[in-house]
């Protein structure tokens, strides 16, 4: 059997291997772009595979493709969006402006799968033509950015399951927690009492109002330039193309999709995915911020917090015998900077566009996934490994609350400011208790004192005491 076939384009001829579905284009990008060995991932290419078999399914009702070549161009889209021909997908994420490579090379895959599908032998192009057939009245410029979209859309919905999971979590730790008192802390220093549940509803909240962000940010992406062809103007694609395309995309992936207001803005403007992906930054920096206070509160766990305790899931150390880290919150921390930094190339490339077309697509789709992807998986391993498991050491949340010296707060309204604030140094200085300081100056009697300092009457609004 022969191992290489030869194919042919503008440039001349290539040799291929006689066992690939891609063909030319595909192996000079390949050769072109040996960069980073990072590839297209499932969302993207099932993505574009769907555009693909919705676009046959259109030009077969518009006349433009035979049926049965239609249908085997729709056949071998279906195989790969089921999983299939995956190894075919070889183009480095880093290659040729616009997403070039990557159109082609599904074209190819598509257009030699159907080629077997309709009985003829792989690279026989004039069976069904990459270009001519499964490309048909699309132009890369439309497609990736309408791909990008459709693969956000499937990989958010997923995304935004972990996150309300997540925040329910929060929730029930919450309820569970709600009679914890623990010293309240801001800049690192005792505050007034607050109990584990408010600290841990506050979680949850904050999640769901994050989850309702992203939500609508992702709304936007339903609104789709495909049809626009190359520039806006849909040229070399029929009047009803774009309109049927979209029903059919619709159709194939269960999504609401709908024509954009205006094809040429979409293929100028990156504004729904970069919108998207701002969302994903600002869900990073509260996960993060929540990431690094279960480490301060389960800090120690002897001489840190230790107030809360979190679920050992792996030995910490290699020299310290017995030693668990907040493994767990780490990964999270570790995954929140690198969706911060993918925000940042998303937004540079966004900017980058130029006119007509944003060329820098490739780079846009990769991070803006990539950003999806890792924080579905941490959330979802952060939410079962981590918070599900958190426990309390309630004396210890106890005993600092009663010897905050944030308690003062309390007495200032009894009896002002200044004297409250002579109180807390002396707490500070003496080593007594405000309890023992307050009764020695005579300052309330022990009924009085026992309802101002009341900790679980600070948890809540009012005046203590009164």
């Given at each position: 059997?022969?191992?290489k076939r030869i194919e042919r384009d503008s440039l001349g001829e290539k040799e291929v291997p006689?066992?690939?579905?891609?063909?030319?284009?595909?192996?000079?990008?390949?050769?072109?772009?040996?960069?980073?060995?990072?590839?297209?991932?499932?969302?993207?290419?099932?993505?574009?595979?769907t555009i693909k078999k919705a676009a046959a399914l259109a030009n077969i009702e518009l006349g433009?493709?035979?049926?049965?070549?239609?249908?085997?161009?729709?056949?071998?889209?279906?195989?790969?969006?089921?999983?299939?021909?995956?190894?075919?997908?070889?183009?480095?994420?880093?290659?040729?402006?616009?997403?070039?490579?990557?159109?082609?090379?599904?074209?190819?895959?598509?257009?030699?799968?159907?080629?077997?599908?309709?009985?003829?032998?792989?690279?026989?192009?004039?069976?069904?033509?990459?270009?001519?057939?499964?490309?048909?009245?699309?132009?890369?410029?439309?497609?990736?950015?309408?791909?990008?979209?459709?693969?956000?859309?499937?990989?958010?919905?997923?995304?935004?399951?972990?996150?309300?999971?997540?925040?329910?979590?929060?929730?029930?730790?919450?309820?569970?927690?709600?009679?914890?008192?623990?010293?309240?802390?801001?800049?690192?220093?005792?505050?007034?009492?607050?109990?584990?549940?408010?600290?841990?509803?506050?979680?949850?909240?904050?999640?769901?109002?994050?989850?309702?962000?992203?939500?609508?940010?992702?709304?936007?992406?339903?609104?789709?330039?495909?049809?626009?062809?190359?520039?806006?103007?849909?040229?070399?694609?029929?009047?009803?193309?774009?309109?049927?395309?979209?029903?059919?995309?619709?159709?194939?992936?269960?999504?609401?999709?709908?024509?954009?207001?205006?094809?040429?803005?979409?293929?100028?403007?990156?504004?729904?995915?970069?919108?998207?992906?701002?969302?994903?930054?600002?869900?990073?920096?509260?996960?993060?911020?929540?990431?690094?206070?279960?480490?301060?509160?389960?800090?120690?766990?002897?001489?840190?917090?230790?107030?809360?305790?979190?679920?050992?899931?792996?030995?910490?150390?290699?020299?310290?015998?017995?030693?668990?880290?907040?493994?767990?919150?780490?990964?999270?921390?570790?995954?929140?900077?690198?969706?911060?930094?993918?925000?940042?190339?998303?937004?540079?490339?966004?900017?980058?566009?130029?006119?007509?077309?944003?060329?820098?697509?490739?780079?846009?789709?990769?991070?803006?996934?990539?950003?999806?992807?890792?924080?579905?998986?941490?959330?979802?391993?952060?939410?079962?490994?981590?918070?599900?498991?958190?426990?309390?050491?309630?004396?210890r949340c106890r005993l600092f609350a009663e010897r905050s010296r944030a308690l003062v707060t309390?007495?200032?309204?009894?009896?002002?400011?200044?004297?409250?604030?002579?109180?807390?140094?002396?707490?500070?200085?003496?080593?007594?208790?405000?309890?023992?300081?307050?009764?020695?100056?005579?300052?309330?009697?022990?009924?009085?004192?026992?309802?101002?300092?009341?900790?679980?009457?600070?948890?809540?609004?009012?005046?203590?005491?009164?």
């Amino acid at each position: 059997m022969k191992r290489k076939r030869i194919e042919r384009d503008s440039l001349g001829e290539k040799e291929v291997p006689s066992s690939a579905y891609f063909g030319v284009h595909t192996a000079r990008a390949v050769e072109n772009f040996p960069i980073s060995g990072l590839r297209a991932g499932l969302p993207f290419i099932r993505a574009t595979a769907t555009i693909k078999k919705a676009a046959a399914l259109a030009n077969i009702e518009l006349g433009l493709l035979p049926d049965r070549l239609g249908r085997g161009i729709s056949q071998a889209a279906q195989e790969i969006i089921d999983g299939g021909f995956l190894d075919q997908f070889v183009v480095d994420v880093f290659q040729a402006g616009a997403g070039t490579s990557h159109n082609m090379n599904v074209n190819e895959v598509i257009a030699n799968r159907a080629i077997e599908i309709l009985g003829g032998e792989k690279g026989d192009y004039a069976v069904c033509h990459p270009n001519d057939h499964v490309n048909r009245s699309q132009s890369t410029n439309d497609v990736i950015p309408t791909a990008i979209r459709i693969a956000a859309l499937f990989a958010t919905s997923e995304l935004l399951s972990v996150i309300r999971e997540l925040a329910r979590a929060f929730g029930q730790k919450g309820s569970e927690f709600d009679d914890v008192i623990k010293s309240g802390r801001t800049h690192l220093q005792d505050a007034t009492p607050i109990t584990l549940g408010q600290e841990f509803r506050a979680y949850g909240n904050c999640l769901e109002h994050h989850a309702d962000s992203l939500a609508l940010s992702a709304d936007s992406l339903r609104e789709l330039g495909i049809g626009g062809t190359a520039v806006g103007t849909g040229l070399n694609a029929p009047p009803r193309y774009r309109e049927l395309v979209i029903e059919k995309l619709a159709a194939e992936t269960g999504l609401d999709l709908k024509p954009s207001a205006d094809p040429f803005e979409s293929m100028q403007s990156m504004r729904p995915i970069l919108r998207v992906s701002s969302s994903l930054r600002d869900l990073a920096v509260d996960l993060s911020r929540i990431a690094n206070d279960l480490r301060l509160l389960s800090s120690g766990p002897m001489t840190g917090l230790g107030e809360i305790i979190l679920p050992a899931v792996q030995p910490g150390s290699s020299i310290m015998p017995g030693k668990v880290n907040p493994v767990m919150a780490e990964m999270l921390n570790m995954v929140c900077f690198q969706v911060l930094g993918n925000d940042h190339a998303v937004s540079q490339a966004a900017q980058a566009g130029q006119l007509e077309l944003n060329v820098m697509m490739p780079v846009i789709s990769h991070n803006l996934l990539f950003s999806i992807e890792i924080l579905t998986n941490a959330v979802r391993a952060f939410s079962d490994r981590c918070v599900r498991g958190i426990a309390v050491d309630r004396e210890r949340c106890r005993l600092f609350a009663e010897r905050s010296r944030a308690l003062v707060t309390a007495l200032s309204s009894h009896i002002g400011y200044q004297k409250a604030a002579e109180l807390a140094k002396e707490v500070l200085d003496s080593g007594k208790t405000l309890r023992e300081i307050v009764l020695e100056r005579d300052l309330m009697d022990e009924e009085e004192l026992d309802r101002v300092l009341n900790l679980k009457g600070m948890t809540k609004p009012g005046i203590p005491g009164l």
